[in-house]
Every structure is written in structure tokens, then in C-alpha cells.
């Protein structure tokens, strides 16, 4: 069984620019996460989706930050304008339905702002 | 507001000890505590979890304490080898209302030979 897909998986940009980061989740999986983790933290989730569906997306910055899941399947997160604050690991993360809390992460997105 | 707290968050264990995380929660409506491994590059692991239910569960090397009247779980990883040596994350799950993950602020594990 495949994993999580995720590209690119590293990505240096300049603040105020913009950037997309692709997943491609675990074939059936329902529920997918992305999550951003700061060196020396843990993941924070920044948006859950069912299906094609925002569950949560409260800790999402929705002034900068944005993700669709077109046709529930594949999903993209995009960052306009970058700030340096954004450097982290963006990770995509997917559950089936009926095991919400078994969660499979991708191998994850590391973003350099400069 | 950190809802789970980890600790110690860096730790050295010689090779065949037994290495200890703990963890405190606060939420009393979380109901699945898992702990995920995480190795340089790679994203999380699921590696072993628990319900408030059980006291104990074991796998292999890796076993969860769990006190629900403390609120508080722990990792055990017995006869610890340089191969565990990867950042370890507890983290809580509440399956009522916004069915996420809280997770804890990571343990670094180092295993010496």
C-alpha cells in the first residue's frame, strides 16, 4: 500500500512571495490533515478536510493561507504572501473514516522563508 | 494553551537501558493517546497507542503506562537500541467534537552504544 505523497519536499522562497505544496493521500483514505511543524514542536494542525469538505480549518491564518481538496482525492495548501514566520515543515497527513485517530503522515514540505 | 504536555525534552540512554517520556494531558474528553516516531526527514510514525481504559499495553519493546486519575501516560522502550534514536511525539485524540490530534512538544531520543 502506497503512503502519503507530498512534493515538493523542500522549498526556499523569499518573504512576500508565494508557494503551493501538493499531497497526495493513502488511496481510500476520506479524511485528510495538514499540519505545520516548527522545529522543536510538535505538528499543529492547520486544516482537516472530509471527502472535498472543510471539517476545521480555525487554526488556518485564512489572511495567507489557503488549501482546497478537489474531487476529495489529491490536496494543495498555498502561502501568499510568505512571511519568514512560515519556515517550517508542512505536513499532509490521512485517516479512513472509521479510524479517525490512526493518522498516516507524509514524509512532509520543508519551507525556508529568506 | 498547551493542552499536552511532554517531557523531558531531550534524552540520552546508553544501549540496552530503558528510556522514559512522559506526558500530561488536561482535557478530560480526549480518548485515544498515541505515540508517533519521527526520524530526521521522514514525517511521523504511528508507533504505539492507548485508550483511558487500559492501564498498560505492550508491543514488542515498546510499552504505554496509562493513569487516568493523573491524567498522564508514558512511553517505556526497554533494551533501548542506537536505531530508536529519533525524536518521539505523544499526542491525544478526542473523538468527540473536533476529532484532532494534540500533540506534545517532542522528546529527542539518543541512544549511546
Known amino acids: 500500500e502506497a503512503g502519503v505523497a507530498q512534493s515538493p519536499r523542500y522549498k526556499i522562497i523569499e518573504k512576500r512571495q508565494s508557494v503551493a505544496f501538493w499531497c497526495n493521500p493513502i488511496?481510500?483514505?476520506?479524511?485528510l490533515y495538514w499540519y505545520q511543524q516548527i522545529l522543536g514542536q510538535g505538528p499543529k494542525l492547520l486544516i482537516q478536510?472530509?471527502?472535498?469538505?472543510?471539517?476545521?480549518d480555525s487554526q488556518l491564518p485564512k489572511d495567507r493561507f489557503s488549501a482546497e481538496r478537489l474531487k476529495g482525492v489529491d490536496s494543495t495548501l498555498k502561502i501568499q504572501p510568505a512571511k519568514l514566520e512560515d519556515s517550517a515543515v508542512y505536513l499532509c497527513a490521512s485517516s479512513s473514516t472509521s479510524t479517525f485517530y490512526e493518522q498516516y503522515f507524509g514524509p512532509g514540505t520543508r519551507l525556508t522563508v529568506t | 494553551q498547551q493542552q499536552v504536555k511532554q517531557s523531558p525534552q531531550s534524552l540520552i540512554v546508553q544501549k540496552g537501558g530503558i528510556s522514559i517520556i512522559n506526558c500530561a494531558y488536561e482535557n478530560t474528553a480526549f480518548d485515544y493517546f498515541p505515540w508517533y516516531q519521527q526520524f530526521p526527514g521522514k514525517g511521523p510514525a504511528l508507533l504505539i497507542a492507548i485508550r483511558p481504559d487500559v492501564s498498560e499495553k505492550k508491543e514488542g519493546r515498546f510499552t504505554i503506562s496509562f493513569n487516568k486519575s493523573a491524567k498522564q501516560f508514558s512511553l517505556h522502550i526497554m533494551d533501548s537500541q542506537p536505531g530508536d534514536s529519533a525524536t518521539y511525539f505523544c499526542?491525544?485524540?478526542?473523538?468527540?467534537?473536533?476529532?484532532?490530534?494534540?500533540f506534545g512538544k517532542g522528546t529527542k531520543l539518543s541512544v549511546i552504544p
Open positions: 478536510f472530509q471527502n472535498n469538505g472543510v471539517v476545521d
Open positions: 488511496s481510500g483514505h476520506a479524511t
Open positions: 499526542a491525544a485524540y478526542s473523538g468527540a467534537g473536533s476529532y484532532q490530534l494534540t
